[in-house]
């Protein structure tokens, strides 16, 4: 396939162009890995919640993919999901790039229900308004946790506790970027 590159604007083989390609690193903070700097995929993050964005996150999900072939013990991988609002599941997405014999995606089976967008939102609005997570995936399992981007930790520390009650053991969670790290 040919794209017009996302950033320049030149013809390229993929949505971004070779000059524009995304410097990928292997960040590791508390349990939390990332691979991409936050100010790196910015703007395209922004593609999350247009019809195009899932060819965005297929694009970014690359290192997830990389990073899951080291895995050689049995686990299973928890996106964090919210109730949808494009035809597709953007960190879906990157729990399917973790897929090998190994590691298994439970799809569908950690959403929140509250539906509140956090980006851009204060801590205080965060606290104010937590997440809701519904949680019907497989118990007395071992877990990689799945989002795109840690901001303050919050959703991540909602969603452990959640799993927690259903006797899930969340190894370590992987997004694409932990802007904490900043
Ligand atoms: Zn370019």
């Given at each position: 396939?040919?794209?017009r590159?996302?950033?320049?604007?030149k013809?390229?083989?993929?949505?971004?162009?070779?000059?524009?390609?995304?410097e990928?690193?292997?960040?590791?903070?508390?349990?939390?890995?990332?691979?991409?700097?936050?100010?790196?995929?910015?703007?395209?993050?922004?593609?999350k919640?247009?019809?195009?964005?899932?060819i965005?996150?297929?694009?970014?999900s690359?290192?997830?993919?990389?990073f899951?072939?080291?895995?050689?013990?049995?686990?299973?991988?928890?996106?964090?999901?919210?109730?949808?609002?494009?035809?597709?599941?953007?960190?879906?997405?990157?729990?399917?790039?973790?897929?090998?014999?190994?590691?298994?995606?439970?799809?569908?089976?950690?959403?929140?229900?509250?539906?509140?967008r956090?980006?851009?939102k204060?801590?205080?609005?965060?606290?104010?308004h937590?997440?809701?997570?519904?949680?019907?995936?497989?118990?007395?399992?071992?877990?990689?946790?799945?989002?795109?981007?840690?901001?303050?930790?919050?959703?991540?520390t909602?969603?452990?506790e959640?799993?927690?009650?259903?006797?899930?053991?969340?190894?370590?969670?992987?997004?694409?970027?932990?802007?904490?790290?900043?």
């Amino acid at each position: 396939m040919i794209f017009r590159c996302l950033k320049c604007g030149k013809l390229s083989f993929d949505i971004l162009c070779k000059e524009c390609d995304i410097e990928v690193n292997f960040y590791k903070k508390d349990d939390v890995v990332s691979f991409y700097r936050y100010d790196d995929i910015e703007f395209l993050l922004k593609f999350k919640y247009q019809k195009n964005g899932s060819i965005v996150f297929k694009y970014l999900s690359k290192p997830f993919a990389k990073f899951a072939k080291e895995f050689k013990f049995k686990a299973f991988v928890i996106p964090i999901e919210s109730k949808r609002e494009v035809g597709y599941s953007h960190t879906a997405i990157l729990a399917k790039a973790l897929k090998t014999s190994y590691l298994t995606p439970l799809y569908s089976s950690l959403i929140d229900k509250s539906n509140v967008r956090y980006a851009g939102k204060s801590l205080e609005f965060r606290k104010n308004h937590p997440r809701e997570f519904i949680y019907n995936g497989k118990s007395g399992i071992d877990a990689i946790l799945v989002d795109d981007v840690k901001t303050t930790g919050l959703t991540i520390t909602c969603a452990k506790e959640v799993l927690k009650k259903h006797n899930v053991n969340v190894l370590f969670s992987v997004v694409l970027s932990d802007k904490s790290l900043v």
